[in-house]
């Protein structure tokens, strides 16, 4: 796919993202989580949709809450995207390891499973 084509779908899927947004805020549609409803239990995802429209609202603390670990991820993405810019007008090419993706995935799987135990309550979403 050509960066172009990227920056469109980008763009038309951000557009999207705040109707989505703005309708929530109006009439209240909200996107439940099917693992959550079937088990009652959090997946690692759980908190996502809360995280983006508190993002939105420049409420980083109650962005935090919903989600911390995609809080956290979002975060490093961020910050690795702007060094592979900066590196790139040195024609430096930054790529990450594949270990990396593995202990993230561990991360992922811990996060989930500490989430629905006694004691870690502090990781599920926030109630809005």
Request: charged share 10%; proline share 5%.
């Amino acid at each position: 796919m050509k960066p172009k084509n990227r920056v469109k779908i980008g763009i038309f899927l951000f557009f999207l993202f705040i109707i989505y947004y703005l309708l929530n805020k109006k009439i209240g549609i909200g996107i439940p989580c099917v693992f959550h409803e079937l088990t009652g239990l959090y997946c690692p995802g759980c908190g996502i949709t809360r995280l983006l429209f508190s993002l939105l609202e420049l409420n980083f603390f109650q962005a935090f809450c919903s989600n911390p670990l995609v809080f956290i991820l979002l975060i490093l993405i961020i910050l690795y995207l702007i060094l592979k810019l900066i590196l790139k007008r040195f024609n430096i090419n930054l790529t990450i390891p594949n270990y990396i993706y593995y202990f993230l995935l561990i991360i992922v799987i811990l996060f989930g499973i500490l989430r629905n135990i006694p004691g870690f309550e502090f990781l599920t979403p926030l109630k809005l």
